[in-house]
């Protein structure tokens, strides 16, 4: 006869003996404690004291102990105890992980998002298509560790740590969405940045010229701007509105309206809404653009704004490197303000800067745009006699 064999709460048949038979099930007789009778490996028939006899299934699946009852013999027969415990242990079993993609496809999924989102999602772009892409395009995520990438980045960009930290902080968003995404499954590269020295804190002047220079600066550049098209006009409407290159660089034709430039919080640098005046210089600029899409200044594409690089660039190519990048130019523009008597919290309005403790600018919540209007215009009248008398 079958010999039955019991490991405390697990059970099994002796080695080489055969399956459960309908004959043994249905002889199995109840006894003073209950007991079980194995079948295949992890099925069991449980018969208690009262005669009831009972399917059980026990057994471990990807580190998992599986325990379940599947019904009562005979009603649920041997063949189908087994079909249901087949099911239940398949069901169970871990599916194998699908295998991550590589680094540039989840870059290109990514990118598809920031373009939607930020103004200056080409300086990204730039960056790690020049330090990380080629190294890691083909390379999957998973593979990819913490100390290869460290390495990565002390060969590749080192000593330059302002633009490690911004790299550092790409890769960090980069995982975020992979992982939000369903493309990779954990997170391994969020504190690179850690292991390098913290950049100087130092402040850094961008380079910009007196405003008292400026009739010299149009007069050196004057003959350039008259054949540069978009980059004069780029130029100049940083000079008539005093924002950033990235804030001008956006602007979009439904901003304009009843002689305010108004500019969502999510293109300024301090996420504040910020209403410019639009001078009569300005207005005769974008009078004589051509409206082709929504973007005043657009890319080739017509889908994007024109890079700021492109004004730098200009800047650089006509003799002003080191001494005039496009931020400068708010610069010059506040130094003249200063120079002639504009109050501090009107000047430092016209440049979208707050001023003031937390709690002044929790009570003053005006942008002071009236009070901005004469300064700025007499500002660009400043700026329109330079340009006219190069």
């Known amino acids: 006869m079958n010999q039955w064999i019991r490991f405390g709460s697990a059970f099994s048949t002796k080695e080489g003996s055969s399956m459960l038979t309908y004959l043994q099930a249905q002889k199995a007789?109840?006894?003073?404690?209950?007991y079980t009778i194995a079948d295949i490996p992890g099925l069991a028939l449980r018969v208690s004291t009262n005669g009831r006899k009972t399917w059980l299934a026990k057994k471990d699946v990807g580190g998992r102990r599986i325990v379940k009852v599947l019904g009562d013999f005979p009603e649920v027969?041997?063949?189908?105890?087994?079909?249901?415990?087949?099911?239940?242990?398949?069901?169970?079993?871990?599916?194998?992980?699908?295998?991550?993609?590589?680094l540039g496809e989840i870059y290109a999924r990514w990118m598809e998002v920031?373009?939607?989102?930020?103004?200056?999602?080409?300086?990204?772009?730039?960056?790690?298509?020049?330090?990380?892409?080629?190294?890691?395009?083909?390379?999957?995520?998973?593979?990819?560790?913490?100390?290869?990438?460290?390495d990565l980045l002390k060969k590749?960009?080192?000593?330059?740590?302002?633009?490690?930290?911004?790299?550092?902080?790409?890769?960090?968003?980069?995982?975020?969405?992979?992982?939000?995404?369903?493309?990779?499954?954990?997170?391994?590269?969020?504190?690179?940045?850690?292991i390098f020295p913290a950049p100087s804190t130092t402040l850094v002047h961008?380079?910009?010229?007196?405003?008292?220079?400026?009739?010299?600066?149009?007069?050196?550049?004057?003959?350039?701007?008259?054949?540069?098209?978009?980059?004069?006009?780029?130029?100049?409407?940083?000079?008539?509105?005093?924002?950033?290159?990235g804030e001008y660089a956006a602007l979009r034709?439904?901003?304009?309206?009843?002689?305010?430039?108004?500019?969502?919080?999510?293109?300024?640098?301090?996420?504040?809404?910020?209403?410019?005046?639009?001078?009569?210089?300005?207005?005769?600029?974008?009078?004589?653009?051509?409206?082709?899409?929504?973007l005043v200044f657009p890319s080739r594409n017509l889908q994007n704004p024109i890079s700021t690089n492109a004004l730098g660039l200009f800047l650089r190519r006509h003799g002003f490197a080191g001494r005039l990048v496009p931020h400068g130019i708010?610069?010059?523009?506040?130094?003249?303000?200063?120079?002639?008597?504009?109050?501090f919290n009107i000047a430092e309005a016209c440049l979208a800067h707050s001023t003031g403790s937390q709690t002044v600018q929790a009570y003053q919540r005006s942008d002071l745009l009236d009070e901005r209007r004469a300064p700025m215009q007499e500002w660009c009248d400043f700026v329109e006699g330079c340009l006219n008398n190069s």
């Open 29 to 34: 007789n109840p006894k003073s404690t209950r």
């Open 77 to 102: 027969s041997i063949s189908d105890a087994r079909k249901m415990f087949n099911a239940l242990i398949d069901s169970a079993r871990p599916e194998a992980a699908p295998a991550e993609p590589a």
């Open 114 to 150: 920031k373009r939607l989102r930020i103004k200056n999602w080409t300086d990204i772009d730039e960056r790690m298509r020049k330090y990380i892409l080629p190294q890691y395009r083909t390379v999957p995520l998973a593979a990819i560790t913490p100390m290869e990438m460290v």
């Open 156 to 194: 590749r960009v080192m000593p330059h740590l302002e633009t490690v930290k911004r790299i550092c902080g790409y890769i960090r968003e980069l995982e975020v969405f992979a992982v939000n995404s369903g493309l990779a499954s954990s997170y391994r590269l969020q504190h690179l940045f850690d």
């Open 206 to 245: 961008r380079p910009a010229i007196p405003w008292q220079e400026l009739p010299d600066f149009f007069q050196e550049i004057g003959t350039e701007l008259i054949h540069s098209g978009d980059a004069r006009d780029l130029l100049m409407t940083g000079f008539y509105t005093l924002l950033r290159p």
């Open 253 to 294: 034709w439904d901003w304009i309206k009843d002689g305010v430039i108004t500019v969502p919080a999510e293109v300024m640098k301090m996420k504040r809404l910020q209403r410019v005046p639009v001078s009569r210089q300005l207005e005769a600029l974008l009078a004589q653009r051509v409206k082709v899409c929504p």
């Open 330 to 343: 708010r610069s010059i523009g506040r130094s003249w303000m200063e120079d002639h008597g504009v109050a």
